[in-house]
């Protein structure tokens, strides 16, 4: 099974705002879709709050939460305890890259060594993975913005392994997409 970590910054390592998004990025919207739709993806609590009701589970990926909380509960979330948990789950039962099928669901399929669970926040969640990561997509944004999160710092383990060019959104926000692995 492959962990992977996938999020935006902005300048200083910026990912969050009082449990938003201090930006609107339509293009990286597309490239989170792109990579985890058809996998397992695990979120913080405060992260799943934080979707909006119409996104709530995300499509297409088996939704995992991880919370403290044991009679946590939310219709098309699945509720795991720990990393450890999440891991074992989506080795046991996840969908896997291709698995979603035509229509697009994460019902049951594949998985073992092929499956590949991604991490999609938030902060804390995103520190304590990064040990256990050996994939890393970052979307870079030229943007100077305030923030209480920010994104883990990426160490000497990984390498940096492509990035695109800087490109413009639409709404006139320079990034670039990144990847590492170990």
């Known amino acids: 099974m492959t962990l992977g970590m996938i999020w935006a910054e902005a300048r200083g390592g910026i990912i969050g705002d009082g449990g938003t998004i201090p930006w609107r990025l339509p293009e990286d919207l597309a490239h989170f879709k792109e990579l985890t739709l058809g996998d397992t993806v695990l979120m913080g609590r405060k992260t799943w709050d934080s979707l909006p009701d119409r996104f709530r589970p995300l499509p297409g990926r088996r939704n995992l ?28 039962g996840g969908t896997s890259r291709g698995a979603a099928g035509a229509s697009g669901t994460a019902a049951d399929a594949g998985a073992g060594a092929d499956a590949l669970l991604w991490i999609i926040g938030g902060g804390e969640l995103y520190r304590q993975a990064l040990p256990l ?14 923030g209480d ?24 926000i320079r990034y670039r997409f990144v990847s590492y692995a170990r």
Do not use: K, N, Q, Y
């Open 149 to 172: 999160t920010r994104a883990p710092a990426i160490d000497a383990r990984f390498a940096r392994v492509a990035a695109s060019p800087w490109l413009e959104s639409t709404t006139g």
């Open 65 to 92: 939460v991880l919370t403290r909380d044991d009679a946590w509960s939310a219709e098309g979330a699945e509720v795991v305890h720990s990393i450890a948990d999440a891991t074992t789950m989506a080795a046991a």
């Open 133 to 146: 990561a050996s994939r890393l997509e970052v979307t870079e944004l030229d943007l100077g913005v305030r």
